[in-house]
């Protein structure tokens, strides 16, 4: 099995920074794409960030100039660094493996890791 750990939210002021980590165990061979997704109350779940395992990035016109995704193969561990946060960046963010190529050939579809809370004041 493959498992996602997100952890570095919490309580920011507004145009402050917060650097979140996706941290993935288990039977790993490659991630591949990963993706950073957000839910705040009341609304569906929203794409923020994804990143190639050769390093491509895309990313909602939300967080386009202000957040940034990369990852460490080596730590199989991915990142979002947010700057200049705003209020309505406020949300539980999660993170995403499309497909995991597992050890064995094993393949592992839509991992979700347990999500962080990111609270932005204002």
């Known amino acids: 099995q493959v498992q996602l750990v997100e952890s570095g939210g919490g309580l920011v002021q507004a145009g402050g920074s917060l650097r979140l980590s996706c941290a993935a165990s288990?039977?790993?061979?490659?991630?591949?794409?990963m993706r950073w997704y957000r839910q705040a109350p009341g609304k569906q779940r929203e794409l923020v960030a994804s990143?190639?395992?050769?390093?491509?990035?895309v990313y909602a016109d939300s967080g386009k100039g202000r957040f940034t995704i990369s990852r460490d193969n080596a730590k199989n561990t991915v990142y979002l660094q947010m700057n200049s946060l705003k209020p309505e960046d406020t949300a539980v963010y999660y993170c995403?493996?499309?497909?995991?190529?597992?050890?064995?050939?094993?393949?592992?579809?839509?991992?979700w890791g347990q999500g962080t809370q990111v609270t932005v004041s204002s």
């Open positions: 288990g039977s790993i061979f490659s991630l591949n794409t």
């Open positions: 990143i190639t395992s050769g390093g491509s990035t």
């Open positions: 995403n493996a499309p497909e995991v190529y597992g050890t064995g050939s094993q393949r592992y579809y839509n991992v």
